[in-house]
């Protein structure tokens, strides 16, 4: 039924394709580059279709890294050893070691000749608490007391796993993101919709809490783009917008979609909360 309504309004079929920077997206790309350069644990946490994981990967794609991303799809279930097998199959050719400690070994020195690795673990609000703890012991082998650890590891998640384990959280920054601004989502309803939306339906939808989340946010779009077809209307006015959001004119609609948490400190890289521990 998507394709039918963009192909009927001559959209592609993906119109939200491609990549279009946010305050949050400037602020992951600071993060990532750092956590990259300082061999640093970092937490990013948004809601679920707050674009966190695209612009992470932009991030990545950026610098020259080796990222270690293991496959274990049930990530409540991802324990150290899928860690440790993903880092031997992913940067050699070997095959992981049986025994624990000769893992270990194996890790080590695979990690020590790479070239810049990474470790990625997506949806990694889901990891066990020891898992956690296992990836602190992992950053830490052959460190002896140095400052730096052994790999950089980047957690994507809804929230902060790392709360939950003082000793890892203590050692991790944590990014929350803030969601799209409104100047964020009519710019990107603009670029998407063009003279298919009026200007006063762009305001509307760009002053709504709910279109904050880009997910959120083709809902939203796909819900007018439907009406409007269904009505016969070749542009999507303030009238369809109202009645797709659910609101009266000149209401706004309370927003059902969560805050960033309070009481982490917020610094230099913007709105978004940030929070560090040396």
């Known amino acids: 039924m998507r394709h039918l309504i963009y192909d009927h309004f001559g959209l592609p079929a993906d119109p939200w394709a491609g990549h279009r920077e946010t305050a949050d997206s400037r602020r992951i790309q600071t993060v990532v580059a750092g956590a990259l350069a300082g061999g640093d644990m970092v937490s990013i946490v948004g809601e679920r279709g707050s674009g966190k994981t695209h612009a992470i990967w932009r991030a990545i794609h950026g610098v020259d890294c080796q990222v270690i991303e293991p496959m274990r799809l049930d990530r409540d279930k991802l324990h150290i050893g899928d860690i440790q097998t993903a ?23 695979l990690l020590k000749a790479a070239s810049k690795p990474v470790l990625l673990i997506d949806d990694a609000h889901l990891l066990h608490h020891q898992t956690l703890r296992a990836i602190k012991r992992l950053r830490e082998l052959g460190a002896r007391g140095r400052r730096r650890a052994l790999l950089p590891v980047i957690l994507i998640g809804q929230h902060d796993p790392t709360a939950r384990v003082a000793e890892v959280g203590l050692r991790t920054d ?5 969601g799209l601004t409104p100047d964020e989502v009519a710019s990107a309803v603009g670029d998407v919709l063009a003279a298919l939306i009026s200007r006063t339906a762009n305001q509307r939808i760009a002053a ?11 809902a939203i779009i796909h819900d007018c783009l439907a009406a409007a077809m269904t009505r016969g209307m070749t542009v999507v006015d303030e009238t369809i917008v109202n009645d797709c959001l659910g609101v009266a004119s000149g209401a706004v609609k309370p927003s059902a ?3 960033p948490r309070p009481g982490q400190v917020a610094n230099a890289l913007g709105k978004s909360e940030v929070r560090h521990v040396a």
Not at 88 to 103: F, G, M, N, Y
Not at 208 to 218: M, S, T, V
């Open 87 to 109: 880092i031997v199959t992913q940067l050699s050719d070997e095959r992981p070691r049986h025994s624990a400690e000769a893992r270990a070994g194996q890790t080590r020195r």
């Open 174 to 178: 944590t990014l929350s993101l803030a």
């Open 208 to 218: 709504h809490p709910a279109a904050r989340n880009w997910l959120d946010l083709q």
């Open 257 to 259: 979609t969560k805050q």
